[in-house]
């Protein structure tokens, strides 16, 4: 079993930046895409930014130049650097791994607030 733990959401005013961390334990096979997705209330869940296993990285357009994605692959853990953050960045921010062949194997983490003030 595949357990994913994020960390590091919080309050930030409008400009500011964040860090937030996701770390898997667990089974996890080496083809893999660590990912972040976001809810905000009223709106479906849509990919923020997603790495692979050997460093590919994507993008939503509405977070290009602002977020970078990283990973260690030692510690199994990615970190999505914020910068310049905006009130419609706020939204509750979901770590994914999908793993596998087909990327058959998809675990999904609680979930880290981030709420960006005005």
């Known amino acids: 079993q595949v357990q994913l733990v994020e960390s590091g959401g919080g309050l930030v005013q409008a400009g500011g930046s964040l860090r937030l961390s996701c770390a898997a334990s667990?089974?996890?096979?080496?083809?893999?895409?660590l990912g972040w997705h976001r809810q905000a209330p009223g709106n479906q869940r849509e990919l923020v930014a997603a790495i692979t296993s050997g460093g590919s990285t994507n993008y939503a357009d509405s977070v290009k130049g602002r977020f970078t994605l990283s990973r260690d692959n030692a510690k199994n853990t990615a970190y999505l650097q914020m910068h310049s953050l905006k009130p419609e960045d706020t939204a509750v921010y979901y770590c994914?791994?999908?793993?596998?062949?087909?990327?058959?194997?998809?675990?999904w983490g609680q979930g880290t607030q981030v709420t960006v003030s005005s």
């Open positions: 994914n791994l999908r793993a596998g062949w087909g990327l058959e194997d998809d675990y």
């Open positions: 667990g089974s996890i096979r080496s083809i893999n895409v």
